[in-house]
């Protein structure tokens, strides 16, 4: 019997969530994301310690020191988990700007060419990278600039329509729903638990997939976050979706049957109107989206306390 997985992967991209090599040498997937808080985990297992060690000793002479060093240190870190997933991944790896500038256009913009400039001194070509960036009317903003540059973008931290318009506005290569953590939040205030496709985090990609499909947007919908399987293949034949380990070994060991629940020919046909969006509108809208505006917060603010946790274990090593 065909598994779930395989059967998953014959209608989707199937990304890896996680910035455990051996997770996904097992799961063979076509792309991996990291982010942040998936590379503080990692640091402090004892198999990816080498790359932070390398990443500090590298920069024990540097002229920098204090924040500036520390940052230093950590983008280098960021290359060094990025070029070993491209070494297993056919395909590309995403690379968080520092989501303290989720809100400052040009230090994501420098952040961003940064990055890749860093990738492309080692002989890593920007095509097999997306640098990924909140989903703010800044970040927007500022993965404009960067496509214009030939930099593709991943916005991630994505919650409602609004931040989805602004992003294909601005042509990003991809956007990165969270499909998880809408979840949580209506499970939360509702205390009611969802399944299937009545789930809003699934809803919520669903309707923007077809909003993207109907109105021929190249940027793709990668959907993300995942809680349970259901919320997978509810979204079978989304451009493409990241899974954690956990989810992925479930899909591998079930022969479950996986349908195309998504479909960008049916969602051409759909009936819905054009919002033609201006900064203001996006703010109206995402207040007006209490959900949307409380998880973009709450996301922006958990990375961002994992980088300071991340910085805190490098200034301890100098």
Same mark, same amino acid.
């Given at each position: ?39 503080? =985990? ?6 990816y310690k080498p790359l932070l060690?390398? !990443? ?10 204090? $924040? ?97 318009? !602004? ?24 205390? =009611? ?19 993207? /499909?109907?109105?021929?947007y190249s940027t793709q919908v ?36 996986v349908e195309r629940k998504l ?16 900064? /203001? ?20 603010? /958990? ?13 301890? $090593?100098?």
């Amino acid at each position: 019997m065909t598994s779930s997985l395989d059967q998953l992967k014959a209608l989707t991209t199937v990304v890896a969530d996680t910035g455990d090599f051996e997770s996904i040498r097992q799961f063979s997937p076509q792309d991996a994301t990291t982010n942040p808080t998936l590379i503080f =985990k990692a640091v402090q297992q004892a198999e990816y310690k080498p790359l932070l060690e390398k !990443a500090i000793a590298d920069n024990k002479n540097s002229p920098l020191s204090g $924040s500036a060093l520390h940052r230093k240190v950590i983008d280098d870190l960021l290359i060094a988990f990025g070029r070993k997933i491209l070494e297993i991944v056919p395909g590309r790896v995403s690379t968080e700007v520092d989501a303290r500038l989720s809100f400052d256009v040009d230090a994501t913009v420098a952040k961003a060419r940064y990055l890749i400039g860093l990738y492309e001194a080692l002989g890593t070509p920007r095509e097999r990278i997306l640098i990924k960036i909140a989903s703010t009317w800044e970040g927007a903003q500022a993965a404009a600039v960067c496509q214009k540059e030939g930099i593709n973008c991943n916005l991630t931290l994505l919650f409602s329509l609004p931040q989805a318009i !602004a992003c294909a506005d601005a042509g990003v290569r991809l956007i990165s729903p969270f499909v998880g953590r809408i979840y949580d939040y209506f499970k939360a205030t509702t205390g =009611k638990e969802y399944h299937g496709a009545e789930d809003p985090g699934v809803q919520s990609v669903r309707t923007v997939y077809a909003y993207y /499909k109907k109105f021929g947007y190249s940027t793709q919908v990668m959907g993300a976050s995942f809680r349970n399987v259901s919320q997978i293949t509810e979204l079978a034949g989304c451009d493409l979706l990241t899974i954690s380990p956990d989810l992925l070994e479930k899909l591998q060991n079930s022969t479950d049957p996986v349908e195309r629940k998504l479909d960008a020919a049916a969602a051409k046909e759909a009936l819905i109107e054009r919002i033609n969006l201006d900064e /203001k509108l996006f703010r109206w809208m995402l207040n007006e989206d209490a959900m949307a505006t409380d998880k973009l917060g709450d996301g922006i603010r /958990k990375f961002a306390a994992d980088i300071v946790k991340l910085e805190g274990i490098i200034a301890a $090593s100098f």
